[in-house]
């Protein structure tokens, strides 16, 4: 019964994977996420300090198109802060931030965007919205 069972158990799982071996063609192609233009101009109603609630996230857009975009992420040793130099614009409604990381690859980003008073909301996509307050 169990050689019946572990034959049971490899059967589905090569089902379930398929029949190419482990190292595919397909497993050298990573997931690429979708090319965005760093577009836009400098919009003064943007330009300011802005974090999130908890200061788990901040954007400094300054007024000469120049950004920081810090983080604070807890960790078992303590919060670990981030941050990146980049630069910001705005084009139809949506913010795009562009920055280059340590592996110098430049990453350009956008977001919905939406000002309301002291308060900036970007929409991260499937519902998610991150909310900005002026500081």
Known sequence: MKRVSIFIYFSSLMLATGCNSVASDQDDVAPKMKEVTFQGEVDPKFVGNWKTEKETSGLDLHKDGTAVIASAV????????SSLNGSWRVANG???????????????IKYPAKLSGPKMTLDQGSGSHMIYSRR
Not at 75 to 81: L, R
Not at 94 to 108: A, G, K, M, N, S
């Open 94 to 108: 949506e913010l795009y931030i562009q920055y280059t990381d340590r592996q110098h690859v430049v990453t350009t």
């Open 74 to 81: 807890p960790s078992p040793k303590g919060i670990v802060k």
